[in-house]
């Protein structure tokens, strides 16, 4: 069974950072889309940031573009370092991912794996 846990949300003021961790475990097999999404309170999901493990190339969000950047440590553990952090990215964050090709733009629904979130609060 695909397992995926998100880590490293908080509390954090306007200009901090913040780095999430997202845990894969069971057969990972064809991972080549993970990436991160965010949800604020009465939003929508949205994605922040892709990492296609095709070619290492890296998508983001035009509000994150500069900020945020998503990496792989490991073939486990994908990465959000989140820098110059704004209330608007105050959200729950989920690490999700896909076997297959990797696009920006892709429904939220072509992702099959889904971890639980992590609460990221931004405050003046």
């Known amino acids: 069974e695909v397992q995926l846990v998100e880590s490293g949300g908080g509390s954090v003021q306007v200009g901090g950072s913040l780095r999430l961790s997202c845990e894969v475990s069971g057969n990972t097999a064809g991972f080549y889309c993970m990436g991160w999404f965010r949800q604020a309170p009465g939003e929508g999901r949205e994605a922040v940031a892709l990492?296609?493990?095709?070619?290492?190339?890296t998508y983001y969000a035009d509000s994150v573009k500069g900020r945020f950047t998503v990496s792989k440590r490991d073939a486990k553990n994908l990465l959000l370092q989140m820098n110059t952090l704004q209330v608007q990215d105050t959200a729950m964050y989920y690490c999700?991912?896909?076997?297959?090709?990797?696009?920006?733009?892709?429904?939220?629904?072509?992702?099959?794996?889904w971890g639980q979130g992590t609460q990221v609060t931004v405050g003046v």
């Open positions: 990492f296609d493990g095709a070619d290492d190339a």
């Open positions: 999700a991912a896909r076997r297959g090709f990797c696009s920006w733009g892709l429904p939220l629904t072509e992702f099959t794996y």
